[in-house]
């Protein structure tokens, strides 16, 4: 029964009250866009649905991404003759499930060290931004710790030195100059990964039978030998060597305690007071990775924390005060001075502009200025004369 109240003198029953906006009138059960999971509730686990990857204006942004900074490129410069076309032929095929990559373009570069490059095709690229930028990222980001450093938004190799420098700070502060540092590194690690061990990971994170059978396509792609590697020049295998170790990175962080500890893809760092400790540690990382069908190389090993550590390039040191000394390997160092040389050689010749010239020194600069290297900077700079050829 309604409650009553008074109109002119007289009694009149109430309205009836306004019931309660729904969660569903609120717009908290938002419907997916047009074309993405056929307008079912949005889930938990939006990253997880083939659609996304045949919806044009996802593929034509991976378009704008792949070719950032390769405008100039015959392959790129080739798809955009005939742009709508090429990312409705793209759409089309991942749509029928017809898709399938174009054969890798294979070279070979050794430096540092010898590397076989496998580059995909430039539709490739564009497909491979797609999956990794809005599948593949959301899914696996919030899955990895905090210091895994590699292929990640915000992060990086300056990410790693400067997280690794703080470690040892706070390492002098609690322990002063005792302690230990553990290095680990895994041998040829791209080419090294198994990719059945690689799907069962990727089959606990997705459920799309389609998803799954697109990555299980572009890991069999890469083969480097039956049933094992990645290719170097892929974009998606950057995402899944990230998170392949990262049962690693859990017994670490996790299950022994360690808080000081980085990895930047294959390169691990950690940093305790314990020698014992870090043995333990070593011997769950070896369990691990042979679990993972991968083993440890001849760079693993424990030193003390007086030694310093050499990681990406660079060696970190603590002084008697706790500061942390940054310099660069004499391998990056001899590098940089041969390809100066290069590039000086070759604008002398007129095969390089200055503008080239400006851009390698420039990058050689900004890398060497996050360490303690203002002498070095000055002499390889003044080493380096440009002069053209009359």
């Known amino acids: ?147 895994n450093a590699a292929c990640r938004l915000g992060k990086g190799t300056h990410f ?72 170097l020049g892929n974009q998606a295998s950057q995402w899944f060597a990230l998170y392949h170790l990262d049962p690693v990175d859990r017994i670490i962080k996790e299950h022994m305690r360690v808080r000081h500890y980085s990895r930047y893809m294959d390169d691990g760092v950690l940093i305790h007071p314990s020698r014992d400790h870090l043995r333990q540690c070593l011997r769950q990382i070896t369990d691990q990775t042979s679990r993972l069908g991968l083993e440890l190389n001849e760079k693993t090993q424990i030193v003390p924390v007086a030694q310093g550590v050499r990681y990406l390039g660079f060696h970190l040191y603590l002084t008697d005060t706790g500061k942390v000394i940054r310099t660069v390997n004499r391998q990056t160092t001899t590098r940089m001075r041969r390809c100066l040389s290069t590039v000086a050689t070759r604008y002398a010749c007129g095969e390089a502009t200055a503008h080239d010239v400006q851009q390698r020194v420039n990058s050689y600069v900004a890398h060497l200025s996050h360490g303690h290297t203002y002498a070095l900077r000055r002499e390889i700079l003044s080493s380096a004369v440009f002069t053209v050829d009359v």
């Open 160 to 231: 790693a030195l400067d997280r690794v420098c703080g470690f040892l700070r706070e390492h002098h502060r609690r322990h002063g100059s005792s302690g230990y540092i553990l290095k680990f590194d895994v041998r040829r690690y791209f080419a090294s990964i198994s990719h059945e061990v690689l799907r069962r990971q990727l089959r606990r994170v997705f459920r799309s039978e389609d998803l799954l059978a697109l990555m299980d396509v572009i890991i069999e792609s890469s083969a480097t030998q039956p049933g094992r590697g990645l290719a």
């Open 1 to 147: 029964m309604f409650g009553l109240f008074t109109v002119c003198g007289g009694w009149a029953p109430r309205d009836p009250p306004t019931p309660p906006v729904t969660k569903w009138e609120q717009g908290a059960f938002d419907l997916e866009p047009a074309g993405v999971g056929n307008g079912r509730l949005r889930d938990k686990r939006p990253w997880d649905n083939y659609e996304i990857l045949c919806d044009f204006e996802h593929l034509y942004r991976s378009h704008e991404a792949a070719r950032r900074g390769k405008q100039s490129k015959r392959d790129v410069v080739e798809f955009e003759m005939n742009l709508a076309e090429n990312l409705c032929g793209l759409r089309d095929h991942l749509a029928e499930r017809t898709y399938h990559p174009l054969p890798y373009h294979r070279f070979v570069i050794s430096d540092p060290k010898r590397r076989e490059i496998e580059a995909p095709a430039y539709r490739d690229r564009v497909v491979q931004h797609c999956l990794c930028d809005y599948i593949l990222r959301p899914a696996l980001e919030p899955r990895l710790i905090y210091d």
